[in-house]
């Protein structure tokens, strides 16, 4: 509920998804492991899927309100 009214929290939180997925990928270069890598940037990109479909869910919510 509190997402709705306070876009600085939500960046926040993107922000600090992002922190951790950054730290997670660089755990897997610095010890070699092709899972966590591949983790990683897996977590990364279902990341930018959830924001895609965030906006696309918030888009349909306005033009059903404006009809």
Partial sequence: ?????NPTLRTL????????I???L???????????IA???MSFGAL???????AKLKKLKEEEEEA
């Fill in 22 to 24: 950054t730290y997670a």
């Fill in 26 to 36: 660089a755990d897997g270069i610095r010890y070699g492991s092709g899972w966590g």
């Fill in 13 to 20: 939180l993107i922000l600090g998804i992002i922190f951790l």
């Fill in 1 to 5: 509920m509190h997402m709705k009214r």
């Fill in 39 to 41: 983790m990683a940037l």
């Fill in 48 to 54: 930018l899927f959830s924001i895609q479909l965030a």
